[in-house]
């Protein structure tokens, strides 16, 4: 493998369009990429669709397509066009090397020299300029090696400044003589600092993340990562790769991300638009199954119940249980003659209703049409020749329309749970054998509830009542879903998103070691079963790519008490120093500040003022300072306060992010301490920006996460901010590792049993 950057001593090309230098040449390949992609935009643009279209409406949806189009191809100076190219030993067929519909090179056409980016441009002519990284052609430089070059002659990768390109490597993969080693350039790309929100890894895709990405559509696959491995990323791509093979399918039927919260999924909203994929939705599982406006929260043990699969047996009864049995037959008058269904014959149709189980809905609607047919052929049986429009009659009967509403009659989703939660004899007569008492008396609202409108309904409540709709009419279902940190979810929310994806796939994504609720999922093949896809493929990504392997072996010591039996990620990333385990001592408090101060005395302000101003340049930042360390509690904040807000200072001294993980309780404190350094922070979800890089997260949001560098503030109150020691064990196993260059730990408390070891 042989690395290149440019030689300031190059003479500029003679002929600029093929300059004798291969860095120089790459560039103008980049430049006219640009200048072909700017084309194709541009010939979309100038589209006169007055003529194609026969009405307002096709002409408004291929103007939306059109709109999308244009979209997909803009340039976006900041994302390089290519990030590869492959020299093939023999040339790759057209078939090979074409791009989405439309964008198809000449068919006698055949390429031995291809560069790899993340959409496909071709020239005037038709001749691919990029190859789209998803095209059959592009696959080796992701699997190809020195012991299978799956007939590759040489796989050039590039290093981009600001969209520029500045080097390149490359290795001679068919070269016997050329031994195999590790990119630098690979490496650089992904220990990259982390500004803004998520980013593609369409550039570093791993041969074990590849096959992943490119499994076919037809069917389900469940990615279990640990920390780092890019399993969320793996996912997204996914998606991707699946529009790009099935876009007409895929176009019809629709796809569907869905988070754990808003300011996760705002934080992967970029990925998919940067690979020119701009209809894919985004959701959480709560916004799923907002049907009512969610105001309360259930206790532990009320929500475990309640996303219980058992709820589902509970709320079928409770349906059907709305099924009368006939108590009079029903007569229709037509004309001068009347017909008689008889009380027996009903009984019959609603048994076989029943018995055929079909959703509440759908059964109410075939009722009246089966009381009309039974009309229909005592109409025959008297000589009349009724037909279909007579029967449609019939079923519109006012006689019929009264017994089906006595027999069948409509159900309202919340109302019926609403009745469930706070009608304890009706749960009793639904929940007899499936739930005991003392879980019925657990889920019994307290306060009697007037209306659905005045519930205070919780999360799991809004889930119950999607299941019951579901129960009545059918749900939609989407070609795709992927669903990211699968393992925090219920039982009944699984079966929620399943049904978005009956009659199509899933990626399921997650790590059980990070299952942080207290209903969390306790192995993939229930998970799997409740979500309808108990013939998915589980898949196991077990190298790390993010976390240095210095912090991930610490964090992992955690895995035996949180997840027995699981396999520890093992890190390809060595970064000497990146973990560091800091007590902070404890003195006696010194006098309570005033209500309102700042904290910290004015000259400590001030050079905590100066430290940020000078942070907002480029290079290192030293603070020198001499003389005895001050009496506890002289500055007005804690001990560990004022350690935190010093490794955030020290943090921000690194190029890139830095995340301040703390309890959800600490939160405040750490707000007015930072308030009171002048350090400005942001929100979770809020994008960090060059002037803005810290983010102070509470652990409870910190789940799918990453920052360059975290600071995380006392493990114990983590650990004790959760229901149960595992919960709280296994939210600090995620705290612990979001960052990506450095890790540091503060603690006044005692650690972890098994944390404390290092110390």
Known sequence: MSAHAPDPATPPADDPLDPPDPLARERAHLAASRSALRAMREDVQALDIRDVTANWVNAAVLEAQIEDRIKALADLSHTPLFFGRLDYLHPVGADAAEGAEGERPPPEAAYRTLHIGRRHVHDADGDPMVIDWRAPASQPFYRASKKDPLDVGLRRRFGYTAGDITAYEDEHLSDPAETARSSKLLQAEIERPRVGPMRDIVATIQPEQDEIVRSGLGGTVCVQGGPGTGKTAVGLHRVAYLLYAHRERLARTGTLVIGPNASFLHYIEQVLPALGELEVKQATVDGLVASVDVRGTDPAPAAVIKGDARMAEVLRRAVRSHVTPPAEPVVVVRGSRRWRVPVYELEEMVEQLLARDMRYGAAREALPQRIAHAVLVRMEEAGEAPDDRVQDAVARNPAVKAAVKAIWPPVDPAKLVLRLLSDAEFLAAQAEGVLTPDEQKTILWTKPVRSVKSAKWSAADAVLIDEAGDL????????????????????????????????????????????????????????????????????????????????????????????????????????????????VPTGPAGPAEPAGSTGLSELDAAVVAACVESLAHEGSTGLIAAGPAEPAGSTGLSELDAAVVAACVESLAHEGSTGLIAADARIPALREALTAAGLPYLSPGEETTAEARLTLVPASLAKGLEYDYVVLDEPAAVVDGEPDERTGLRRLYVALTRAVSGLIVLHAAELPEALSLSE
């Open 472 to 583: 009545i009419a059918r749900t939609h279902s989407l070609g795709h879903v992927v669903l990211d940190e699968a393992q925090d979810l219920s039982p009944m929310q699984y079966r929620a998103v399943g049904r978005r994806c009956s009659t199509g796939s899933a990626t399921v994504l997650g790590d059980l070691a990070q299952g942080t609720t207290p209903w969390a999922t306790a192995s993939w093949t229930d998970a799997l079963r409740h979500l309808g896809k108990t013939d998915a493929v589980v898949e196991e990504l077990t190298a790390g790519f993010r976390v240095p392997r210095e912090v991930i072996a610490y964090a992992s010591r955690l895995l035996p008490s949180i997840a027995p039996g699981l396999a520890e990620v093992a890190s390809v990333r060595e970064s000497p120093g990146s973990l560091s385990v800091r007590p």
